[in-house]
């Protein structure tokens, strides 16, 4: 598909139902009925970042009300509890470069630790060591060097593109003072998880200011990040929602058609082969009729933490998922943070390996029991 027939999906010259048909139809070739979620815990590692997104209020600054970095012991009580209610992911997310501030770096010295993606590595290490668990991490742009290091104690990472608009580092623009937020970044750090093999999720952030065509640079560059490599095994569109403590006018939420076309231009782009999600957590009355969209995964459910980057947001439960699949014809099934289409090759290294294969013969036997 070209850049001119993607936009066709998208401004309004194909009819939204045919937009939405052909993505289902895709969905269907390649997932069936199926529609899967992982259950899993949030660990906001540290919630200090150097950028300063217009629309987030996940971040702080050190000495901001609420800056902290979870320390070992609250991170692994956290994770046997999540592993007592069934879970089998533990999202481990940050800010970006944290360690620029020398709090952080006094506080990560104290504790035997160079910087923080020593921290990280570490404690993706612990998690698998402890639990079982399979941490998915999500640490913004990081160096090849903790890429490698990270590779054998995660089943999966992840950094959303969001988009791949320069435009929007500008002067006034919402990444204006988000050094990491240049798509050029972002987009090697992704090719670089890509030429390493790791299971990767990645994304678009829908109404911070894109145009349509913007919307189609970014997913073409996802699409073809992913059939040079074959890494990304899921992509989220998510819609971006004012939230209490928002600068006004920061961004600009996206209609409900808006949402349906991107998603459904997702499925469609990648041909149904990357599972396609959208957040239901922000879409809950929406769930029906992203189902006809074309998803084929809810994303991460958590039973034991709210989503810390949208808090007012609580997660649906997991019976509300199950109905509102089923009355879309579809069944809910469970899946871990790796898809099977990404647990073979090199996908996966030791320790977290032989941890995702402990996890899949748990299910299998809870399957037969």
Known sequence: ???????????????????????????????????????????????????????????????DAGARIIPEEEVL?????????????????????????????????????????DYVVYICSRIIEETGLLPHTN??????FHLDQLKPVNASMGMMLETMSRRLCGPGQVHEHAPDKLPHRRYRYIEEAGKRQIPFTTGVLLGIGETIEE???ALEAIRDLHDTYGHIQEVIVQN??????????AAGEVSEDELLRTTALAVTMLQ????????????????????????????????????????????????TLAKVTAEAGMVLEE??????????GAFLEEPVKSAVEQLQQKKKRELIG
């Not at 070739?29 to 996940?58: A, E, M, Q, W």
């Not at 899946?335 to 073979?344: A, E, F, N, W």
């Open 1 to 63: 598909m070209n850049k001119q027939e993607a936009t066709k999906r998208l401004d309004g010259t194909m009819a939204l139902e045919d937009v939405m048909e052909e993505a289902a139809a895709w969905k269907r070739h390649t997932s069936g009925n199926k529609v899967t979620f992982s259950r899993n815990i949030f660990i906001p590692l540290t919630n200090i970042c150097r950028d300063r997104c217009t629309y987030c209020t996940f971040q702080r600054r050190p000495g």
């Open 77 to 117: 009580d956290k994770a046997r509890r999540a592993a007592a209610l069934g879970c089998t992911e533990v999202l481990v997310s940050l800010g970006d470069k944290a360690d620029v501030f020398p709090e952080v770096r006094t506080w990560l010295q104290e504790r035997g630790f160079r910087n923080m993606m």
């Open 139 to 144: 640490a913004g742009i990081i160096g090849t």
């Open 215 to 217: 919307r189609v640079e």
């Open 240 to 249: 971006y929602q004012r939230k209490p403590g928002m600068e006004d006018g």
């Open 272 to 319: 149904g082969n990357v599972h396609v999600q959208v957040p239901p957590n922000l879409n809950e009355k929406r769930m029906h009729r992203l189902l006809r969209a074309g998803i084929s995964d809810w994303g991460g459910v958590s039973p034991l933490t709210v989503d810390y980057i949208n808090p007012e947001s609580p997660w649906p439960g997991l019976d």
């Open 335 to 344: 899946r871990l943070p790796v898809y099977d289409s990404h647990t073979g």
